[in-house]
């Protein structure tokens, strides 16, 4: 079996990244600027276009305030989704490889603890990052990886035959719905999808009830819904 690794860690230029990020990058969820904007004691606006590497030196002195303020809460933390990771980890990856039908892509992913309430990742080096309040740590970890099996595996095969990049995101999110029935024993509550792609769910969900369970049917079946449209 391969040796998987999940690390768990604070990194303050990390941490950066996920404000900046707030600002310049499209997100399924809403609200995700105004959260930012109310942080008071920095004008995080300014973020607005800033390259990656200006944020940390911008948001340094907040975030090593706020980091100080939390280091015994952090501490904690880390320890606590650590230790239930390592528990579930040779589980999680097994099953994902039996949904999936393909190996996990790589061995080793790395969770990065932000004091940011958004949670993006890093497909290419196995990123995510995990607000220090998440309460639901197995599931945000798993529900990431459906989506980096995915984009390594599907996302050019999708890509050629529905030639559109939004609705293969969609599709993305969508998906996440499997995790209700091949993760039910291990997720500590149901995933629920975006609004936005409820109804999208609902039909994927119908059809792997009544039809077919197979991850690859799956997808062709989307995309033939796509097609037709």
């Known amino acids: ?24 990058t499209n997100t399924h969820a809403t609200k995700r600027k105004e959260q930012v904007a109310t942080i008071s004691t920095i004008d995080l606006t300014k973020l607005q276009g800033m390259q990656e590497q200006e944020a940390y030196p911008f948001l340094r002195e907040y975030l090593e305030n706020f980091w100080k303020e939390h280091k015994n809460e952090a501490q904690e933390k ?11 980890k040779d589980s999680i990856f097994k099953k994902m ?12 992913f790395t969770i990065f ?7 993006p990742y890093n497909y ?9 309040d998440r309460i639901w740590i197995l599931k945000a970890f798993i529900h990431e990886l459906l989506h ?3 984009i390594h595996y599907y996302k050019e095969y999708i890509i050629s035959k529905i030639h559109d990049e939004k609705k293969f995101e969609d599709l993305k999110e969508a998906l996440t719905f499997l995790l209700n029935y091949e993760f039910e024993d291990i997720i500590e509550q149901p995933d629920v999808w975006y609004p936005q792609h409820k109804e999208l769910s609902e039909k994927l969900e119908k059809y792997r009830v009544h039809s077919d369970k197979d ?13 037709k449209e």
């Open 78 to 88: 880390i320890k606590e989704m650590q230790k239930e990771l390592n528990q579930h």
């Open 215 to 227: 991850f690859d049917k799956l997808i062709d079946y989307w995309c033939d819904i796509v097609t």
């Open 1 to 24: 079996m391969t040796d998987f690794t999940i690390t768990v860690k604070l990194d303050l230029k990390k941490d950066s990244i996920n404000y900046r990020r707030a600002f310049n």
């Open 124 to 132: 290419k080096l196995g990123y995510t990052w995990s607000y220090i």
């Open 113 to 119: 603890l932000t004091s940011l309430n958004r949670w």
């Open 97 to 108: 490889e039996i949904l999936t039908k393909h190996p996990v892509y790589r061995n080793d």
């Open 148 to 150: 980096f099996q995915t």
